[in-house]
């Protein structure tokens, strides 16, 4: 969290215009569900959530398809 929020900080700081926005796109989560840890992978959309929340920043995580197959784990997206 304070290593994404210090990155999210300084790119709020060096963003210009007259409505700057930062948008910030990962992998973590899909990294997570892949490995079969799908609730480390709800607790880390949680905390980017807080993110979210704190720093007005768009934050994208794409997850391949593929990986919700089951009724379970079609649950969880």
Known sequence: MKTAANL???ALKAATGKHPRVAAC???TA???AEGQAEAAV???RRLQELILLYDVDILCGYPTE???SAEERSIL
């Open 31 to 33: 990294i997570l569900r």
């Open 67 to 69: 990986g919700f197959r």
């Open 8 to 10: 999210i900080g300084t």
């Open 43 to 45: 607790e880390m959309e």
């Open 26 to 28: 990962g992998e973590s």
